[in-house]
């Protein structure tokens, strides 16, 4: 009985603590994201035609193609100055919003935000981004979008309603920082400015669709605890 009891224990203190299990779920996704982009910078170069494969292009969706892309484009980023961007405001957006709200609770609010960005990206840009004006606004919908950047505006956007009063910095400005509440909506809204103007294929109706989704789920959190939020608001200043 006393071999069998130590034996278990031994099972389990070696599972509970074992280098991946130590893992967030923030790093996780840096992880897979990082693989992600070696794995599709491989396929690119092998044949430019495979992007085709792991970006979400708008024209090829509506038309029941390549279906799966709305998750791999969410793993791949358009060069390595693209992923550095993403996978540091992840870091440190990401492990913070995890302690908050968890890791099953984060890891399928990331997830199902870059979904929901993602089918925003596709019906903005596909019925609204035939004309050059509504391309500049909406995007084209032949041109394919991927990245991270939809899940992590939902993470900003649920900070926004959760801690208004969260200062936020710009990562080229380290020194300019504002709260959430302001700094939020001024760089989405900056971003999609800047791109309409000069016609760069940003992917703002994606950032706007992960931003939806993070307001909304903030809302619902805000509302179903109230207590535990204002304790945290208390911290904040």
């Known amino acids: 009985m006393q071999n069998n ?15 991946f299990n130590s893992w967030s779920v923030t790093a996780w996704l840096i992880l ?5 982009f070696v794995i599709g910078t491989g396929l690119w170069f092998a044949d430019e035609t495979n992007v085709k494969y792991i970006a ?11 279906l799966w892309t709305f998750l791999t484009s969410m793993f791949m980023h358009g060069g390595v100055f693209h992923l550095a961007v993403n996978m540091f405001v992840l870091f440190s957006l990401g492990s913070f919003c995890e302690q908050i709200i968890g890791r099953k609770r984060f890891f399928w609010f ?15 840009a596909g019925y609204f981004g035939n004309t050059e004006l509504g391309a500049r606004i909406f995007g084209s919908p032949d041109i394919a979008g991927v990245g991270a950047s939809g899940a992590i505006f939902a993470i900003a956007g649920l900070f926004m309603i959760l801690l208004p009063k969260l200062k936020f910095t710009i990562i080229f400005f380290p020194f300019f920082s504002l709260s959430a509440y302001i700094m939020i909506p001024l760089v989405l809204f900056a971003t999609w400015l800047v791109s309409a103007g000069t016609g760069l294929p940003v ?10 989704i993070g307001v909304i789920y903030g809302f619902y959190l805000r509302s179903k605890y109230s207590n535990k939020v204002a304790r945290l608001n208390r911290m904040i200043r």
Do not use: E
């Open 203 to 212: 992917g703002n109706t994606a950032h706007f669709g992960g931003f939806l």
């Open 5 to 19: 009891l130590r034996g278990y224990t031994r099972r389990n203190l070696k599972k509970k603590y074992s280098f």
């Open 56 to 66: 979400l292009k708008p024209s090829d969706i509506l038309q029941g193609k390549y």
């Open 32 to 36: 897979i994201n990082v693989v992600f």
């Open 110 to 124: 990331y997830i199902l935000s870059g979904l929901f960005a993602g089918i925003v990206f596709v019906l903005l």
